[in-house]
């Protein structure tokens, strides 16, 4: 029996905003979220290297907009669900940034603009440009999303995720927390001790704050004994109080077109990703129904992108989305008052340069964990939630990103050294097995290239050899045009890759079509005297 049958129904004047329930999911959802913001402004300030100003006057304000607006208007959703129903027990759904995509922005758009052209400002242009797009793809994509779904499989689009997750995400977070392991280390124990193992802290403490406070308390003391292995201290602090004052969201668009020039770094992640999320959104909305809660996917989705190209237009480069978690916030006791109350705090926090203060008494180690944890958690999601059969396709789609991560650490090692693959010469590079050409062309357009890889691997395994084909041919395409295997868009630029893969269609084509015609032969044959048909 659902929630919804075993409800009383009543009046829409006796339909509370605020319950005790209420309590227990803000406390806990709010936290994931200012965990969410913290990490965000810490890639921000040290993965992306931009001004306090613009991080704290510009981007924060507008993230707390967003949040602000997402949350309420998830409230107001679910208050009219409740009202239309007569039920006191309906919770809202859970949303904020969407937290692989806050790492896919970072890490495959901004960061290697900033390592191109060497200006934050052009990096923060490429965010927001990536933002605009992907809004419009979640608006539009609520009418088309599940036809996209039906046709691509779910291991070729999880596997290329897993791709970044175990890269870009992972590796750099990973390296840094042993570089401060007493921190690190230990936050890391800290949060997979709860989020892995179950464990409950006093007071029940989420495990990410604990991480916090734990990471907070070493490193402070350390500072007392005299050690300094956070990076904090009296006068980060002090110095952080600069950022305090009111500041309202600005609008950014002459930052948007700015980022149209980088346009082909930023469509071949783009509209993959904004197929993931509409994928997920629609299973995160299929998980509320299941909880008793019935809200329209179209209606979602659509709002999911006006609400982010609101934030885009003030300046923010992360999108919003909704959250999985639903049942959990609902048996809690969640309702709708915890969503809105979440996005006050929220607007408070960013408006008012809180967030500031609190990076400043925070060291950010202690936040790495997390970003640890999520690439973990995505890595494995690819194999988990894909058939057992189709482990090979994810790993192909893994690939293209592994040769991508390992194709932009050469060229940052050159870089330091002050040269680059040219004047080292490829045949030299190539003599002590640096394959660079081979990581360029494999690496470049790695999300979508690894989605069609996973995607001709899944169909092979599957036995479609038909639809196996036409995902080669369509990598033939996209070859041809630049979005897979070359720097940039434009026509022919690699084009034996592109041959390669119309080559792949037609032996698959072929190989179907022989399959076919052997089984028709197979079934034409009569059947041996005495042996009933089936």
Known sequence: MTTTTMAKKVDAADIPWWTPGDWNAFFGFGTNILVNVLVLTGLLRFVLKLPDPIIFGRILPAVGLMLFLSTVYYAWLARKLAVRTGRTDVCALPSGISVPHMFVVVFVVMLPILIKTGDPLEAWGAGLTWVFIQSFVLMIGGFVAPVIRRITPRAALLGSLAGISLTFISLSPGAQIFMTPLIGVTCMAVILASWLGGYRYPGGIPGGLMAIIVGAGI???????GFDIGGIGPEKVSGSLA????????????????????????????????IYDLVEAMDNVESAEAAGDHFPTTRVLTADGIISLIGC?????????????????KAMGGRMGYSAATGVLMLVLTWFGVIGLMMAIIPAVALLPILLYIGMLIGAQA???????????????????????????????LGAAGTNAEKVGLDALGNNGVLYHG???????????????GSIAVMIIDNKLMKAAAFAATGGVLTFFGLIHSEGIGVGKTPGVAAAYLVVAAFLALCSLKRGMAEEELADEPMPHGVPAE
Not at 245 to 267: E, R, T
Not at 386 to 395: E, N
Not at 439 to 453: C, F, K, R
């Open 383 to 413: 194999f988990q939630e894909s058939p057992h059969k189709h482990a090979p396709a994810v790993v192909l789609a893994i690939v293209p990103t592994i040769a991508s991560w390992g194709f932009t650490q050469i060229n940052n090692a």
């Open 243 to 274: 950022d305090f004052g009111f500041h309202v969201p600005l609008p950014a668009i002459d930052h948007i077109f700015s980022g149209f020039k980088y346009i082909a770094i930023i469509l071949v992640t783009a509209i993959p990703f904004g």
């Open 219 to 225: 490193a402070w003391g350390a500072k007392i004994l």
């Open 313 to 329: 237009v003030m300046g923010n480069p992360f999108i919003n989305a909704v959250y999985i978690g639903h049942p959990g916030w």
């Open 439 to 453: 990581l360029q062309l494999l690496g470049s357009g790695a999300t979508l290239a690894g989605i069609i890889l």
